[in-house]
T-cell receptor, first 110, second 112 residues
Framework: ELKVEQNPLFLSMQEGKNYTIYCNYS?????LYWYRQDPGKSLESLFV?????AVKQEGRLMASLDTKARLSTLHITAAVHDLSATYFC??????????FGTGTSLTVIP | KAGVTQTPRYLIKTRGQQVTLSCSPI?????VSWYQQTPGQGLQFLFE???????NKGNFPGRFSGRQFSNSRSEMNVSTLELGDSALYLC???????????FGSGTRLTVV
């Protein structure tokens, strides 16, 4: 079974600082997703990474994918309070089944 | 364009009862997947439907079932509810030609 590990599980960072969330997965996959979830809300799609070396950026968030290392990163630049949320990575198997990471709960402190 | 619509948003049921949740995908999307989210187990895949056929099923007991209609709307049914079934149930839809999955707002089920 495909396993997805995220770290850290909890992240508290000051506004203006940079940090990276890591997502490792156990078997080959050609698609990796990053989602954001606010408390009590659904999952908001952030990025879809489809190939080795893919890099996507939106605002203060940048995601990358290394399929050889089975690693994706979500980099946060100059964090602001509005980025406080839980971030999930997810990998899809050939059967279109999502395997989600445990999530990283991010709190940005003023 | 309308997103994925899940109804109801909140539900409280008693142990032993059954419940049906509904999901209307984005227009044109034919694939609908269901997920259970709990604090202890995280997000877990329940099943996926495409063109009225179940394509994949997660590791859940037979009390969990689903179906998809010709208009791609999907329902999920849980019979003989247990306290541990309390969770946020999310559905997601995707189009055949694209990689993206859009999630609905979820149904929060509480079993008492």
């Amino acid at each position: 079974e495909l396993k997805v590990e995220q770290n850290p599980l909890f992240l508290s960072m000051q506004e203006g600082k940079n940090y990276t969330i890591y997502c490792n997965y156990s078997t080959t996959s050609d698609r990796l997703y990053w989602y954001r979830q606010d408390p009590g809300k659904s999952l908001e799609s952030l990025f879809v990474l489809l190939s080795n070396g893919a890099v996507k950026q939106e605002g203060r968030l940048m995601a990358s994918l290394d399929t050889k290392a089975r690693l994706s990163t979500l980099h946060i630049t100059a964090a602001v309070h509005d980025l406080s949320a839980t971030y999930f990575c997810a990998v899809v198997n050939t059967g279109n089944q999502f395997y989600f990471g445990t999530g990283t709960s991010l709190t940005v402190i003023p | 364009k309308a997103g994925v619509t899940q109804t109801p948003r909140y539900l409280i049921k008693t142990r032993g009862q059954q419940v049906t949740l509904s999901c209307s995908p984005i227009s044109g999307h034919r694939s609908v997947s269901w997920y259970q989210q709990t604090p202890g187990q995280g997000l877990q895949f329940l099943f996926e439907y495409f063109s009225e056929t179940q394509r994949n099923k997660g590791n859940f007991p037979g009390r969990f079932s689903g179906r998809q209609f010709s208009n791609s709307r999907s329902e999920m049914n849980v019979s003989t509810l247990e306290l541990g079934d309390s969770a946020l149930y999310l559905c997601a839809s995707s189009s055949p030609g694209g990689p993206g999955y859009t999630f609905g707002s979820g149904t929060r089920l509480t079993v008492v």
